[in-house]
Antibody, heavy 125, light 109 residues
Framework: EVQLVESGGGLVQPGGSLRLSCAAS????????MSWVRQAPGKGLEWVAN????????YYVDSVKGRFTISRDNAKNSLYLQMNSLRAEDTAVYYC??????????????????WGQGTLVTVSS | EIVLTQSPGTLSLSPGERATLSCRAS???????LAWYQQKPGQAPRLLIY???SRATGIPDRFSGSGSGTDFTLTISRLEPEDFAVYYC??????????FGQGTKVEIK
């Protein structure tokens, strides 16, 4: 059974940093692109970042470029999101998700087929 | 960036009725790379439909997707109590890798 379990969320002050983790199990983690998607309270879904199987390609939504870094450790079956210079508008539930197929040059050809339960990040003073 | 507009914002229906949800793209979605997700309160989204019309694993056949180009539809043939939720469309074939619609809430009338 595919499982994705996020952790690391919490309350942080504006300008602060936080590192989210996602532990994957039930599939060959190193064979899949992975994503982070966020959802502000009461709002819709927003794709945040993608990372290739070997970590050699990474893509971000414009609003987090230069502040967030996606990474992975295939030996630990884990995905990460380092979030720096956090703003109030980054407040959201952050989900990790598996891309169900390939991607090329930033475009993916498969949907997000499995999602974690999410971890809440609150940016507030 | 492809903008997805879902309508209506809220759909009020009774169990057993048919639900028709619309997703319109600001430009053509390549190769019908369009997905639908269901989200219930406090839960993660669940993939229902991909490639505009293919059901994901374990999804009941009362859910169906159709459309191409810029106009896509999710149909729930007969609403079950567990189908009342928010539904999102997503395009995943263009750069940035994906964008979502704003969601349609299907509520009990």
């Amino acid at each position: 059974e595919v499982q994705l379990v996020e952790s690391g969320g919490g309350l942080v002050q504006p300008g602060g940093s936080l590192r989210l983790s996602c532990a994957a199990s039930g599939f060959t983690f190193s064979s899949y692109w992975m994503s982070w998607v966020r959802q502000a309270p009461g709002k819709g879904l927003e794709w945040v970042a993608n990372i290739k199987q070997d970590g050699s390609e990474k893509y971000y939504v414009d609003s987090v470029k230069g502040r967030f870094t996606i990474s992975r450790d295939n030996a630990k079956n884990s995905l990460y999101l380092q979030m720096n210079s956090l703003r109030a508008e980054d407040t959201a539930v952050y989900y990790c998700a598996r891309v169900g197929g390939g991607c090329s040059g930033g475009s993916c050809y498969a949907p997000l087929d499995y999602w974690g339960q999410g971890t809440l990040v609150t940016v507030s003073s | 960036e492809i903008v997805l507009t879902q309508s209506p914002g809220t759909l009020s229906l009774s169990p057993g009725e048919r639900a028709t949800l619309s997703c319109r793209a600001s430009q053509s979605v390549s190769s019908s790379y369009l997905a639908w997700y269901q989200q219930k309160p406090g839960q993660a989204p669940r993939l229902l439909i991909y490639g505009a019309s293919s059901r994901a694993t374990g999804i009941p056949d009362r859910f169906s997707g159709s459309g191409s180009g810029t106009d896509f539809t999710l149909t729930i043939s007969r609403l079950e109590p567990e189908d009342f939720a928010v539904y999102y469309c997503q395009q995943y074939g263009s750069s940035p890798p994906s964008t979502f619609g704003q969601g349609t809430k299907v509520e009990i009338k």
